[in-house]
Nanobody, 125 residues
Framework: QVQLVESGGGLVQPGGSLRLSCVAS????????VGWFRQAPGKEREGVSC????????YYTNSVKGRFTVSRDNSKNTVYLQMNSLKPEDTGVYHC??????????????????WGQGTQVTVSS
C-alpha cells in the first residue's frame, strides 16, 4: 500500500521542540520532493517547508525560518521536520506530502481530494 504516515506531534510548552517524521511505504521517498503543511484551527492549510529530491535544497516559510529544519534519511525512507523554539502559533495538524508546489515564490498547498490523519502539534503553557 502506497502511503505516507506522519508522527511525532504532541503537546509542548512554548520554546520547546518536537521532531516530526514522515514515513513512506510502498514507494521510495527519496525520488520525491517532500513538503510539510499545517492547518491551524479555523485557518486554511499553509505550506511550512519543502525538501528537494535531487540536491536536498530546502525551503521554509518565513514564520519558521531559523527554527525549523527539514531533512531526510533515505535509508529509513523518512523525512523529518525538526521544530525548535516552538510558538503557540505553530499549533496545528501537520501533514507531509510528495508535492511542493510554488506560487509567487511561496510554498503553496497541493490540491488533494483528501489528506491523511496528520500529526497534531499543540504549543501551549
Amino acid at each position: 500500500q502506497v502511503q505516507l504516515v506522519e508522527s511525532g506531534g504532541g503537546l509542548v510548552q512554548p520554546g520547546g521542540s518536537l521532531r516530526l517524521s514522515c514515513v513512506a511505504s510502498g514507494f521510495t521517498l527519496r525520488y520525491y520532493n517532500v513538503g510539510w503543511f499545517r492547518q491551524a484551527p479555523g485557518k486554511e492549510r499553509e505550506g511550512v517547508s519543502c525538501i528537494n529530491s535531487g540536491d536536498g535544497t530546502t525551503y521554509y516559510t518565513n514564520s519558521v525560518k531559523g527554527r525549523f529544519t527539514v531533512s531526510r534519511d533515505n535509508s529509513k525512507n523518512t523525512v523529518y521536520l525538526q521544530m525548535n523554539s516552538l510558538k503557540p502559533e505553530d499549533t496545528g495538524v501537520y501533514h507531509c506530502a510528495t508535492d511542493c508546489p510554488f506560487a509567487g515564490g511561496e510554498l503553496a498547498v497541493p490540491i488533494f481530494d483528501s489528506w491523511g490523519q496528520g500529526t497534531q502539534v499543540t504549543v501551549s503553557s
